[in-house]
């Protein structure tokens, strides 16, 4: 299957663009997936309605936070698309959202 689109984005990774499915790349390795949220997931052996996702990665994850329009699960490796209520999803490598993790702490901090 060709993709619709392929670019390199502002990170310089290479992405393929599918209509349903975005694959990012950095130096040749698949750092990130950003799907169409199906009506059911699979997670670590559990079947998950997509409207109970977000529920989930809060109750199973104690690193989940909130950034940039994303609820982000570390531990699972997922990006839930809060802007767009969840029609999104994203699973990502390990380490990939700490720096959005670590200016979100130093956000809160300088707020109160």
């Known amino acids: 299957m060709t993709p619709t689109r392929q670019q390199v984005n502002t990170r ?10 975005v694959f990012r790349f950095a130096a040749d390795k698949l750092v990130e997936v950003s799907f169409k949220t199906p009506e059911q997931l699979e997670i670590n052996g559990e079947s998950i309605a997509s409207g109970a996702l977000l529920g989930f990665m809060r109750d199973r994850d104690p690193e989940f936070f909130e950034a940039v329009g994303f609820g982000i ?22 380490g990939r959202w700490d720096s959005v993790r ?5 956000i809160q901090r300088t707020q109160r």
């Open 73 to 94: 699960a570390p531990r699972l490796g997922l990006a839930y698309d809060l802007e767009h209520d969840g029609s999104w999803t994203t699973a990502f490598v390990e």
């Open 12 to 21: 310089g990774e290479t992405e393929y663009w599918f209509p349903e499915v």
């Open 102 to 106: 670590q200016a979100n702490r130093r």
